[in-house]
Every structure is written in C-alpha cells, then in structure tokens.
T-cell receptor, first 112, second 113 residues
Framework: GESVGLHLPTLSVQEGDNSIINCAYS??????FIWYKQESGKGPQFIIDIRSNMDKRQGQRVTVLLNKTVKHLSLQIAATQPGDSAVYFCAETGGGTYKYIFGTGTRLKVLA | KAGVTQTPRYLIKTRGQQVTLSCSPISGHRSVSWYQQTPGQGLQFLFE???????NKGNFPGRFSGRQFSNSRSEMNVSTLELGDSALYLCASSFTGPANEQFFGPGTRLTVL
C-alpha cells in the first residue's frame, strides 16, 4: 500500500500493552477534536471525538483526553492489538471555519 | 448504509492536463469536504461545500476548484496539472459540517507524470 507519511514519528508497543498517542493542537478557538486511524491504502477512519466542554471521553478500548490549558490531546488504546497498527491523526475544528486542521500523524507499530 | 464513495480510485495524468474527481457522500449528508494528502505536507484542507455553497477554501491555487450538486454529490477539478499535484485526494462527508462526525472515502490516487 501507499505510505501515508515517510517521516512520521513512530510508536512501537508490544501486543497487549496500552498505547498513548499525543497531539498538540494549534488553535485555541477549536472546540471539536477527532482522532482518525488510517491504514495503508485507505482513507482515514473515525475513532473517537471530544468537544471542548469535556476533558475525557471513552469508547471501546479507546480514551481521548483533552487539556485545553496546554492545547494537548491524547489517544489511549487499551490492550493494543496487531489490527491497531496504522497511522493515527488528530484533527481540530471550530470557530465556524468549516474545516479540519490535521496533525502530522503518528505511526503505531504493534509488536507480536 | 453505504459509505463515502470516490471515483476514480486511481488516475495517471501528464503535466498540463486537467482532471475531475468525483465524490458521493453518505446518504443524508449535505456537507462535503476535500483534502489533499501527501507524504511531505500531510492532510491539507482544500474546500468544503454545504447545500451547493462553498463555505471555506484552503490555501491552494486557483487551479483547484470544486462544486457540489443538488443531490450533495461533489466534484473537484484540477487544471494545468503539475508534478506536485500528485497526491491522494480525500473526500469526507457529514450531516451539517466538520463540527460533527465526518466520514472519509477511500480517496483518489492521482499521479502526474
């Protein structure tokens, strides 16, 4: 498949361990944040979102944390599985801009 | 429920040509956004349409244009292709706009020779 990004930061974790992927967002006016997963040759797949009136949201095996003070997002994946191997992007939007600003992405490699 | 579909999936063009890419959003979605993805620049916003109106446009030259039809389907056009236009072009749809869940299609891989 096609490479999403040639020089992405890479996080390598053992299967079964927890993963934490971090993202610094740029616009203090952003009020909606999303994490996407992109596998080789595919479009980004929605994982979880959070609005600025929350600081934590949980999904199935995933948790997103939002720290507005330092403009930081994190995605926690519990019990990481081989199928979690992909590139993960954070995105922000808000202020009536009608667009997402994407982070540079992090490649997650799950080691057997 | 069918997802976002994009056609064609792959395209090879030569410099100076033009190209039209198509996107069919999820049924009921009225907002369509387009993004360009390259290894060097990542995901960059091109434009967003809602009910046939462009609400925002990214920092791309005028060679990049788009439109949306009354059935919410959207097209984007790139004229006078340059080598640097080689990229994965992604379309995303949502009910009312990016402030709600936005779902991406598989993309169109454009190669300019």
């Amino acid at each position: 498949g096609e490479s999403v990004g040639l020089h992405l930061p890479t996080l390598s974790v053992q299967e079964g361990d927890n993963s934490i992927i971090n993202c610094a967002y740029s616009n203090s006016a952003s009020d909606y944040f999303i994490w996407y997963k992109q596998e080789s040759g595919k479009g980004p797949q929605f994982i979880i979102d959070i609005r600025s009136n929350m600081d934590k949201r949980q999904g199935q095996r995933v948790t997103v944390l939002l720290n507005k003070t330092v403009k930081h997002l994190s995605l926690q994946i519990a019990a990481t599985q081989p199928g979690d191997s992909a590139v993960y992007f954070c995105a922000e939007t808000g202020g009536g801009t009608y667009k997402y600003i994407f982070g540079t992405g992090t490649r997650l490699k799950v080691l057997a | 429920k069918a997802g976002v579909t994009q056609t064609p999936r792959y395209l090879i063009k030569t410099r100076g040509q033009q190209v039209t890419l198509s996107c069919s959003p999820i049924s009921g979605h009225r907002s369509v956004s387009w993004y360009q993805q390259t290894p060097g620049q990542g995901l960059q916003f091109l434009f967003e349409y809602f009910s046939e109106t462009q609400r925002n446009k990214g920092n791309f030259p005028g060679r990049f244009s788009g439109r949306q039809f009354s059935n919410s389907r959207s097209e984007m056009n790139v004229s006078t292709l340059e080598l640097g236009d080689s990229a994965l072009y992604l379309c995303a749809s949502s009910f009312t706009g990016p402030a709600n869940e936005q779902f991406f299609g598989p993309g169109t891989r454009l190669t300019v020779l």
